[in-house]
């Protein structure tokens, strides 16, 4: 890694800055990871200007995979970005011990980051889970991102942040709750040096109009805008320039598409509680923007046929495809 884990805020805010998708993992038929169509689409988010990607986590199946799987599919990815974009883990395991070797095992790799939800099962109190955290960054000097979402079971609280803040290692938070006014007092009252990130693009221009530290952290939203990706650099780039009212015009004329990918996602996720349904649109949804959506692991059923066409048309009449 670049820094110590001294140095991990100061890393973390010369360093993350854009786009850090989480990644779809293309499987086959037979439930193998597609070496050759991971491939195609690490070449195409390095080819996009994706600054980082975050693998490992819910939208890439990563729960459904064995420890052997998993570890597997993290060499596939190493090897093929082969150093051109910032690696980030994502760990889902209620076990302190497993995680720290999932870390110290990517670490290896050349991945400089991992996001860590806490447990989604034991170690619910906010003693329990700083235990947790304390017990994971005492045994790794990789940063840490946390992940406060209500798919955990329990949502970080503020006094719990606040004490979470003060490990060293800990650089930052994907703010999961779907809640804005939550954001804003997360950013109010935790230290400057420690990222709040939103993962909905809906909110990056009033972030920017903030002059907020920005990274959209383990989002998808960068990657699913598909031919409309340009208008976010474009509307990015005018807002830096100081031209707002461009900024807002670009801004405004993703609207459409944005919606759309909202409620296939985010609203769906909110209504059933589980990434496993909301998120199988996305394979489709990849293969119509030029993308590898490949299977989906079983239990989870795949998307008949008749939705994905209807999907490749809405894509289309929106100018994503």
Do not use: C
């Amino acid at each position: 890694m670049d820094y110590t884990r001294n140095e991990a805020r100061r890393w973390a805010r010369a360093t993350l800055h854009g786009f850090y998708d989480a990644p779809l993992t293309p499987f086959t038929h037979d439930g193998e990871v597609d070496a050759p169509a991971l491939r195609h689409n690490i070449d195409a988010f390095v080819d996009m200007g994706m600054e980082g990607i975050a693998v490992g986590g819910f939208i890439g199946e990563a729960w459904n995979l064995t420890l052997g799987e998993w570890m597997h599919f993290h060499e596939l990815v190493a090897d093929a970005n082969a150093g051109r974009m910032q690696l980030a883990t994502i760990i889902l395991d209620p076990s302190a011990r497993q995680a720290v070797e999932k870390i110290e095992f990517t670490r290896k790799l050349g991945y400089s980051v991992a996001e860590v939800m806490n447990p989604s099962v034991q170690l619910k109190s906010d003693d329990e889970i700083h235990s947790f955290y304390k017990y994971i960054t005492d045994r790794t000097d990789m940063a840490v991102v946390l992940y406060r979402t209500p798919v955990s079971g329990t949502v970080l609280s503020l006094e719990l942040m606040q004490r979470l803040t003060e490990l060293p290692t800990i650089i930052g938070v994907k703010q999961g709750s779907l809640r804005r006014s939550d954001t804003y007092k997360l950013r109010r009252e935790l230290p400057d040096d420690f990222f709040v990130s939103e993962p909905m693009e809906q909110y990056f221009l009033d972030d920017l109009r903030m002059d907020y530290w920005f990274v959209q952290w383990a989002a998808y939203h960068y990657t699913v805008f598909g031919k409309l990706r340009p208008l976010i650099r474009a509307y990015m780039a005018d807002a830096k320039a100081g031209d707002w009212d461009a900024a807002q015009s670009k801004w405004l004329s993703l609207r459409p598409a944005s919606a759309f990918i909202e409620d296939m996602t985010v609203w769906e996720l909110m209504r059933t509680g589980t990434y496993a349904s909301a998120f199988t649109i996305l394979k489709p949804w990849y293969d119509a923007i030029g993308l590898k959506g490949g299977h989906v692991l079983g239990p989870v059923a795949e998307v008949p046929q008749q939705r994905r066409e209807w999907l490749a048309g809405k894509l289309t009449e929106l100018g994503i495809a």
